[in-house]
Nanobody, 125 residues
Framework: QVQLVESGGGLVQAGGSLRLSCAAS????????MGWFRQAPGKEREFVAAIRWSGGSTYYGNSAKGRFTISRDIAKNMVYLQMNSLQPEDTAVYYC??????????????????WGQGTQVTVSS
């Protein structure tokens, strides 16, 4: 079993920045990839960014390109999402997820085995 715990959410003004963290733990943590998704009220869960645990290749959704950066610290089993130039439309609950699947389709929620509880990000105008 893998546990994922997000932190770093909060309230920020438009144009500001936040850094989300995701701590992974479990008997043996071994992921193919880690992702960040977000879900706003009344909307479907949306892919934000993903990173391959081995190799560090990164992928971004259209809303994140050029503004968000995903990174990982293998030694600490941590994944981060640096979010810059935040806008009110970025307001959502942000979820960290872990995938152990051999075929890793990083932008699909079904690719992920484990999910965190989410952290709220609110961007005021």
């Amino acid at each position: 079993q893998v546990q994922l715990v997000e932190s770093g959410g909060g309230l920020v003004q438009a144009g500001g920045s936040l850094r989300l963290s995701c701590a992974a733990s479990g008997r043996t943590f071994s992921a193919v990839g880690m992702g960040w998704f977000r879900q706003a009220p009344g909307k479907e869960r949306e892919f934000v960014a993903a990173i391959r645990w081995s190799g560090g290749s990164t992928y971004y959704g259209n809303s994140a390109k050029g503004r968000f950066t995903i990174s990982r610290d293998i030694a600490k089993n941590m994944v981060y999402l640096q979010m810059n130039s935040l806008q009110p439309e970025d307001t959502a609950v942000y979820y960290c997820a872990s995938s152990g699947r051999v075929v890793y389709v990083y932008y699909q929620t079904s690719a992920y085995n484990y999910w965190g509880q989410g952290t709220q990000v609110t961007v005021s105008s």
